[in-house]
């Protein structure tokens, strides 16, 4: 792997070449201006006018540091600074611009104009990588992920799996932003054009700021199971029925939820959450003959999930007895997990002694982008401090610092990559890409952040 195309000592270089801080924080409020809320959040849905106009303006900017930009057919806007060496696999990094319906300004957001923010750097001074950058905008990071699942060749065939919550099919959603559901298997990239794949992102948690750290080295990202559970019982009249003869579904659920609370308390490093919860038909007098319910459980082994699955269900098995209940569980999302590239980890560290921050290793347990990409590229993930822990909020903050510091270590990293050169796909992850679409068809679209 040969030098950066500079005039100057690459030690200079590295010392020096920092990111414009004033710039990214405009950057950032210019962009959560598009979609925001009263309280100051940002609700900016994919495929929606605020997801347009956001993605108009990201393009524009990419324009005008002197990339060239396309959209692919899974919707996904692709910013490439040319390196020089065109025959070299390029180094990619982004995220997603889209949000929860009361989000914060960073989620994903910040990835993208950090990825932006270093290739403005790069082209004020003049310089060019020899491998490519590029910098994508993924397409439904908050809903489907089908941006970046398109990217790694793990998009299930069949429209209906990706038919939006009010019945708009994928077909009319992809054209609205540029792309074609006929020809989504052009958007895959195989794995010899990727050299490496990094993910700035703040980390929607309380580890950093509880350690007092300023940047995050992510060591993988945990898988995900998540279901829906339907109990079953007999609505009836709440007074009239005696208790040793109702077949209550709210009875049968309430313990339903203590049984996953155990689970995630096991040994382990493990996390279970009921996040939706139904009554029905939800009346002060009538005992509920039905509850629908949500299950998410995350881990970083795969194994380890099955055997929680394992133990849920048996447990949901003598609920339903218990109760003379019905109890359904159907899966909605599945989400193996991704180990981070030790070496591309390594490179992160690097960027962050040759810039003086602190730091640490953890997991990371919300869904990303990076987790699809790691099935064709080595994958790394950066992490700066979510103020409080907040996230998917409108009180969601990093601070500016915090942001610079995560740009410049983004921007460092990359330049350490560029001197590496390619970093090999471990077997794991090639082994993930090909059995990413038999999992993904057996289950429904869910959110999967």
Request: hydrophobic share 40%.
């Amino acid at each position: 792997m040969g030098n950066l195309a500079l005039e100057r000592p690459m030690n200079q270089t590295r010392v020096e070449l920092l990111i414009n801080a004033d710039r990214l924080a405009q950057s950032v409020d210019q962009l959560a201006a598009i979609g925001q809320l009263p309280g100051g959040g940002v609700r900016r849905i994919a495929y929606t006018p605020e997801d347009l106009a956001a993605r108009a303006q990201v393009q524009a900017w990419m324009i005008a540091a002197g990339m060239t930009v396309r959209t692919d057919a899974a919707g996904n806007l692709i910013g490439t600074y040319p390196g020089t060496d065109p025959h070299l696999p390029v180094l990619m990094t982004g995220s997603h611009i889209d949000t929860v319906p009361t989000g914060g300004r960073y989620d994903g957001a910040f990835g993208v104009l950090a990825a932006l923010e270093a290739v403005r750097t790069l082209a004020e001074r003049q310089i060019r990588l020899q491998h490519s950058l590029v910098v994508v905008v993924f397409t439904d990071e908050e809903g489907s992920m089908i941006g970046s699942k398109a990217i790694a060749g793990s998009v299930v065939p069949d429209p209906e799996y990706y038919r939006r919550p009010d019945g708009e099919t994928i077909h009319a959603c992809l054209h609205r932003i540029g792309g074609d559901w006929a020809a989504i298997a052009q958007a895959y990239w195989s794995p010899d054009r990727v050299a490496a794949f990094v993910e700035l992102h703040v980390e929607q948690g309380p580890v950093l700021e509880s350690q007092n750290k300023q940047i995050g080295i992510v060591a993988g990202i945990v898988g995900q199971r998540r279901y829906q559970i339907t109990v079953t019982g007999r609505a009836n009249h709440a007074g009239t029925t005696p208790m040793d003869l109702r077949q209550d579904a709210l009875v049968a659920a309430a313990q339903i939820v203590l049984a996953v609370q155990a689970i995630g308390n096991l040994p382990g490093q493990q996390v279970a959450t009921v996040g939706m919860f139904n009554v029905y038909p939800n009346a002060a007098n009538v005992i509920p003959g039905r509850v629908d319910l949500s299950v998410d459980v995350r881990d970083l082994s795969d194994a380890r999930l099955d055997e929680l699955m394992t133990q849920l269900t048996h447990q949901l098995t003598a609920i339903a007895a218990q109760t003379q209940t019905q109890i359904h569980l159907t899966p909605c999302l599945k989400n193996e997990p991704a180990p981070a590239d030790p070496v591309i980890q390594r490179l992160i560290a690097q960027a962050c002694d040759d810039l003086g921050l602190s730091y640490t290793h953890l997991p990371s347990r919300a869904s990303h982008d990076a987790q699809a990409m790691a099935r064709i590229a080595p994958m790394g993930m950066i992490f700066v401090p979510s103020v409080a822990g907040l996230s998917h909020a409108e009180a969601e903050y990093t601070t500016p610092e915090q942001c610079t510091a995560g740009a410049n270590v983004l921007l460092q990293t990359l330049l350490n990559l560029d001197r590496q050169g390619t970093v090999p796909l471990t077997s794991s992850n090639a082994s993930n890409a090909s059995n990413a679409i038999a999992a993904d068809r057996q289950l429904n679209v869910g959110s999967p952040s």
